[in-house]
């Protein structure tokens, strides 16, 4: 889902703007840091988890790294809210609402990942790592949809669903400007 392997998500660059100046950043499942790098350099606090020690490596000095195995059914950020909480190209179904309600109040959620009908196109083929249609508005039912898109993306040609959405505090009114489509 992107144009190299330094090269963020243009999913991403598109809706960071959402992000509070100087906030923090979860980047789940966050390989070789290319989001970490792109968000540090825009100000922003991150900490970056991954299984991959090798990888998580190449971001040191960025910010906060855990190296985790995120499938084993432990969470290793319990109790931590975060501005932000960035995912690409990754789904572990059952760590969903944990990594939903890490998105702090005022915070964002952006998520962008492989889709059931991607097969054709290669890998991920498997069902298990593919979202359904409308899984990804169901697993963020608590927060406020922004955006979200459902269907073929080229360049490289694959299925995905994507969604950026809100943790509105109790005195954010929708459509109150304080979350504009465009920077």
């Not at 906060?64 to 909480?85: H, N």
């Not at 899984?135 to 406020?144: F, G, I, K, Q, T």
């Amino acid at each position: 889902m992107h144009g190299g392997d330094d090269t963020p998500s243009s999913w991403v660059t598109r809706w960071h703007h959402l992000i509070a100046p100087g906030g923090s950043v979860l980047d789940l499942a966050c390989g070789s840091g290319r989001h970490l790098r792109w968000l540090a350099a825009k100000g922003l606090r991150v900490t970056g988890v991954d299984r991959d020690a090798a990888a998580l490596a190449r971001s040191q000095g960025l910010g906060e790294l855990i190296e985790a195995d995120l499938e084993s059914g432990d969470w290793p950020l319990p109790g931590r809210r975060f501005d932000a909480v960035v995912v690409t190209n990754y789904l572990w179904r059952s760590l969903l609402p944990t990594v939903v309600s890490a998105v702090g109040v005022g915070g964002v959620f952006i998520y962008e990942t492989f889709a059931i009908g991607n097969a054709r196109f290669g890998r991920p083929s498997n069902p298990d790592f593919l979202l359904r249609s409308g899984e990804l508005l169901s697993a963020v039912a608590p927060l406020r949809v922004v955006a979200f898109e459902d269907g073929f993306v080229d360049n490289p040609p694959r299925q995905v669903q994507r969604i950026v959405a809100v943790h509105e505090s109790p005195a954010t009114t929708p459509g109150d400007g304080r979350y504009p489509l465009v920077a």
